[in-house]
């Protein structure tokens, strides 16, 4: 799904103090984004940047004061079509806990419960959701979602949206509280997502290594203005928007950097640890074999 | 000090379609002990026990077998848990799970007015509490209007004004970006310095816990490894067993060194340099 943000600028209604109605400041000022089908968009800023807001502009939970959201070339907001909106899949922080069936099916399946399907069109759909997030249907759709790891209610909560079928998929923190082996193959899930389902992703992340490692675009957001917005590591390597927003630059580019400025090529610029210690390696073998 | 013996811990037990009884044991005969401000992290996989345990220290959840003892009081001696619930406190992952007040200040008050703090002397540490933390946002500032991590900050907030000697985060800095979490860390360490208390800190990353004075790992409801961080550091395979990564540089000079290269477990840019530089 192609995005299309115009002038875009949100501002929270104050409460009405005793006789002027007062205006909160903006909360997102003047936004001018295009967002291509098929990305991999990390968002990333301080909390209180706007990204929530941002995000909740998308599925049409607000409206932007001014300015137009454009799904796919159309306002929903304005051309009275707001099932656009359910085109986009939104998955909140923490989203296992808003789990509450008794089972793995009925929570999945609870979203298509409006569109009064027949059963088997509904058990083949919730099939192909619990498969497409590796969740195996026979040895999980009789359980309760509550006995399973967070990494499985994760997944559940997951398969609960993309059941609905989106063409953008819109995650708030998705690895927020899970260990490294679930964060791995959330990620598996969401880069198959976006390549076999041609979905579009947008995540929020607070991991800088996350950004670096699985989005082809970063946004960064400042104070309701995009200040960065380009490839992850051409953004985490720039020392002014870095110090823009009190980031580190993520150690696997500070390393291929380094190893640049040497002389020693680091292939994609974001060395993991292993492939930098390989590299460093052949590097001080050849140059004893030189200097021999 | 917390002292926890042979504690074992089951969740609620449900009955399947033939009647018969399930129970999920998640905790199995754990022992340790938490000493007066130490720093602690409990690491360990999704589903391993820690956050289970830390819910058997302030008595919320009472161990199915063993004890937990705090400060000498037990908490299955229920005349006691008002005393131990004030001691241990718990911040949680996501904040809004336990905001109870529509403001700010009715946040940080709720707690104190529970455990009968003085009325004359609430708004002080209500400012005191705002100041500790951090906190941009007067007492007046409606809940609803503050971000994640500015939600994240009330929650510690609350609880510091109630001046717990332990202090347990669960994740508590998962949600916030990495500026907000290096000053969330920094702000708790300073309110240790002014007003010491032990600190338990689960988490899944070991770059913001290498200056604890303990690593206790969990694994599948067992302590697995308490010691040092120095203990774990130099293991990738059980930490990468336990679902945890080492921080970057420290994976390096574990890599370097498999390699036969001679660099300290202490690595960092300037001596990647110089290594790269000797022979250059």
Not at chain 1, 241 to 255: K, M, T
């Amino acid at each position: 799904m192609q995005i299309q943000l115009s002038d875009v600028s949100f501002i929270y209604e104050k409460k009405k103090k005793k006789k002027a109605s007062a205006l909160a400041p903006a909360v997102l000022k003047q936004l001018n984004v295009t967002i291509h089908s098929g990305e991999m968009l990390a968002i990333a800023g301080k909390s209180g940047s706007g990204k929530s807001t941002f995000l909740q502009l998308l599925k049409g939970f607000l409206a932007p004061t001014t300015g137009s959201v454009l799904l796919d070339g159309v306002d929903p907001n304005t051309s009275k079509r707001p099932e656009l909106f359910d085109q986009v899949g939104f998955i909140f922080q923490y989203p296992e806990h808003q789990l509450f069936s008794t089972t793995v099916f009925d929570d999945i399946a609870f979203g298509l419960q409006s569109a009064k399907l027949p059963r088997e069109v509904v058990e083949q759909k919730v099939r192909k959701a619990m498969e497409s997030v590796e969740l195996d249907y026979e040895v999980f759709k009789d359980r309760s979602p509550f006995e399973l790891s967070g990494g499985e209610k994760r997944r559940v909560a997951i398969a609960g949206v993309v059941v609905l079928e989106p063409k953008l998929l819109i995650l708030d923190e998705p690895t927020a509280g899970l260990d490294l082996p679930s964060r791995t193959a959330l990620f598996e899930l969401l880069h198959q997502l976006n390549e076999k389902q041609g979905l579009t992703i947008i995540w929020v992340s607070h991991q800088l290594d996350e950004i670096v490692n699985h989005a082809s675009r970063l946004l960064a957001l400042k104070n309701g203005i995009f200040i960065a917005d380009g490839s992850p590591e051409a953004t985490l390597s720039d020392p002014v928007l870095l110090d823009a927003f009190g980031w580190e630059e993520p150690s696997a580019l500070v390393v291929s950097r380094l190893l640049e400025q040497l002389g020693i090529s680091s292939g994609n610029g974001k060395l993991s640890p292993e492939e930098a210690a390989a590299v460093i390696s052949t590097a001080l073998n050849q140059q004893q074999i030189l200097a021999k | 000090m917390l002292d926890i013996r042979n504690a074992s811990f089951s969740y609620t037990d449900w009955e399947d379609e033939e009647d018969t009884l399930h129970t999920s044991r998640v905790l199995h005969q754990v022992t340790a002990s938490i000493a007066a401000n130490e720093f602690v992290a409990l690491l360990g996989r999704n589903g391993s026990g820690k956050s289970s345990f830390t819910r058997l220290l302030n008595g919320i959840e009472l161990p199915s077998e063993g004890t937990v003892q705090v400060e000498g009081r037990f908490t299955h001696d229920s005349p006691s848990l008002p005393l131990i619930r004030r001691a241990v406190q718990i911040v949680f992952q996501n904040p809004e799970n336990q905001q109870v007040g529509m403001t700010v200040g009715e946040d940080i008050a709720f707690g104190l007015s529970n455990i009968g703090y003085p009325q004359q002397q609430m708004q002080e540490r209500i400012a005191w509490a705002i100041d500790l933390v951090g906190l941009d946002a007067d007492e007046d500032r409606p809940v609803t209007r503050l971000s994640g991590g500015e939600k994240q900050k009330l929650a510690l907030a609350s609880v510091l004004a109630l001046s717990p000697k332990y202090l347990i985060l669960d994740e508590a800095t998962s949600m916030l970006d990495p500026l907000a979490r290096k000053q969330f860390v920094a702000t708790l360490h300073e309110a240790r310095k002014r007003h010491p208390f032990a600190l338990i800190y689960i988490t899944h990353h070991l770059e913001e816990v290498l200056e604890a004075d303990r690593w206790v790992l969990f694994r599948e409801g067992r302590i697995h490894l308490d010691g040092p961080p120095a203990q774990f550091l130099n293991n990738e395979a059980l930490l990468a067993e336990c679902g945890l990564e080492l921080p970057y540089y420290h994976a390096l000079a574990l890599a370097l060194q498999a390699k036969g290269v001679s660099v300290p477990a202490s690595l960092g840019i300037e001596e990647l340099r110089d290594l790269l530089c000797r022979f250059n």
